[in-house]
Structure formats: structure tokens, C-alpha cells
Nanobody, 113 residues
Framework: QVQLVESGGGLVQAGGSLRLSCAVS????????MSWFRQAPGKQRELVAI???????TYADSVKGRFTISRDNAKNTVYLQMTSLKPADTAAYYC???????WGQGTQVTVSP
């Protein structure tokens, strides 16, 4: 059974940085693409970034140049390095294996003006 555990969220001022982590178990991690989503209050969950098994990355336009997705296959963990944070980045952040139904519990990121 696939399990995803996100961590690293918190409260940060605009312009600050955070690094999110997602520990994955129950899957062949190194063979899977991984993704980060976010959901702000009252809004739909949106895709933030994807990293393929081979390391190719894709980003939403809203975070391009500020966020970096990476993976450590030895630790079965995917990361999201977030810099130059804006209040609009405030949301619960979730990781997901594309094609799998499982979601983690999410980690809250709050960016103050």
C-alpha cells in the first residue's frame, strides 16, 4: 500500500524560503514520476511540479524560476525547494505518484506579507 508523508511546511515571510519533503513507501519509488500539488482555501487543487523517473522536471508557470523539485531515490523522498515565496503561495501542499490514488496528509505553507 502506497503511503506518502509530507513535511517541512510552516509560516514564512514573503521573500523567504522553505523546503518540503515527501517520504514515500510501498512503491517502486525510483521507477515512478513524482509530483507536488497545492490547494489554497476555496480553490481547486493544482499541480505545482513534476519530476520523472529520469529526472526531467516540469513546473506550473506560477512557480517557474522560484521552486525546484528534486528526488533522492536512496531515501525514497521527493523535495520541493521553494524560494522567493509570495502570499499567493499559501496553501496545503501534497505529493502524489501520478497514476496512483493515494494522497498524503499534506503540509501547510503560510506566507505572510
Amino acid at each position: 500500500q502506497v503511503q506518502l508523508v509530507e513535511s517541512g511546511g510552516g509560516l514564512v515571510q514573503a521573500g523567504g524560503s522553505l523546503r518540503l519533503s515527501c517520504a514515500v513507501s510501498g512503491s517502486r519509488f525510483s521507477s515512478n514520476a513524482m509530483s507536488w500539488f497545492r490547494q489554497a482555501p476555496g480553490k481547486q487543487r493544482e499541480l505545482v511540479a513534476i519530476i520523472t523517473a529520469s529526472g526531467t522536471t516540469t513546473y506550473a508557470d506560477s512557480v517557474k524560476g522560484r521552486f525546484t523539485i528534486s528526488r533522492d531515490n536512496a531515501k525514497n523522498t521527493v523535495y520541493l525547494q521553494m524560494t522567493s515565496l509570495k502570499p499567493a503561495d499559501t496553501a496545503a501542499y501534497y505529493c502524489r505518484i501520478p497514476g496512483f490514488a493515494a494522497w498524503g496528509q499534506g503540509t501547510q505553507v503560510t506566507v505572510s506579507p
